[in-house]
């Protein structure tokens, strides 16, 4: 793990806009062929609203030897199933290849993770996966200087490490930059990896906001490259949600961390 070990906290100025989890597993034609009634008993209690989408999926064949593009073979529907809490905060989705939770309301890893345990029990008793050949923890965080009582005006190398911040981290043009998008993957070890998004962008609804204001977003996407068995996966998501904390804390500089009220566990 290249980021260095840090003492887990839990911030009272939450900088969490989205937490998704997705457990990708082999294809299961049952779940697009018909709606996904005994799962959906299992879960109405707490995800009553209930919508489906459905996706054009094409697979293309190559021909060799010839210069022409790519044809298509197939087109396939897929169904996603959707299902939200009352609130919309929480957002479980199902697909014939893919199980996963969305939340919009982040608070700790403990909630997150006994909310997952309701639909990946109706997974395993209704489906019964093989295993999973994508393990995922996805974790946007939105940090912004006014949300966390800091001056607008202070420059980004103050809160944000400058391996992270690319050409912000040159204070002489960081003002004239309207824009900054950057991706890293990197090699987490035990065959974990991890997509960093680093960007800056407006965040929420801004329509209504007399001053719009940017926000540096950390967007990272972590996961095992390698299928897990089922009853690898309590441990497989310890691991990366320890990774998400490593990383993000070595990302934001000790003002920052400060600034977003961190409280012992």
Not at 19 to 26: D, G, T, Y
Request: charged share 25%; proline share 5%; net charge neutral.
């Amino acid at each position: 793990m290249p980021f260095k070990e840090v003492k887990r906290v839990i911030y009272k100025n939450n900088p969490i806009v989205q937490v998704v989890c997705q457990l990708r597993f082999p294809r299961i034609l049952s779940i697009n062929e018909r709606a996904p009634v005994d799962f959906q008993d299992f879960i109405r209690k707490d995800y009553p609203n209930y919508n489906v989408a459905i996706e054009q999926q094409q697979q293309f064949m190559l021909e060799t030897g010839i210069e022409s593009p790519p044809k298509v073979i197939q087109n396939e529907k897929i169904n996603n199933y959707m299902f939200s809490s009352v609130e919309e905060h929480w957002q479980i989705n199902l697909t014939s290849t893919f199980l996963s939770l969305t939340s919009s309301n982040y608070k700790r890893w403990e909630d997150f993770y006994s909310r997952l345990q309701v639909p990946l029990n109706a997974l395993k008793k209704v489906y019964k996966p093989a295993f999973f050949e994508r393990i995922g923890l996805r974790y946007i965080n939105a940090y912004r200087r006014s949300a966390l009582k800091i001056d607008t005006k202070t420059y980004w190398t103050e809160l944000i490490s400058p391996f992270a911040l690319g050409f912000l981290s040159n204070k002489d043009i960081s003002e004239e930059i309207t824009g900054y998008s950057a991706t890293s993957d990197i090699d987490l070890g035990n065959d974990a990896m991890a997509r960093i998004i680093t960007s800056t962008g407006f965040v929420g609804d801004i329509l209504f906001q007399k001053n719009p204001e940017l926000s540096f977003i950390v967007d990272s996407d972590l996961y095992f490259k390698s299928k897990k068995e089922i009853n690898d996966l309590d441990k497989s998501l310890e691991s990366l949600h320890e990774y998400s904390g490593r990383l993000i804390r070595n990302i934001i500089t000790e003002k920052l961390h400060q600034a977003m009220e961190p409280e012992e566990i």
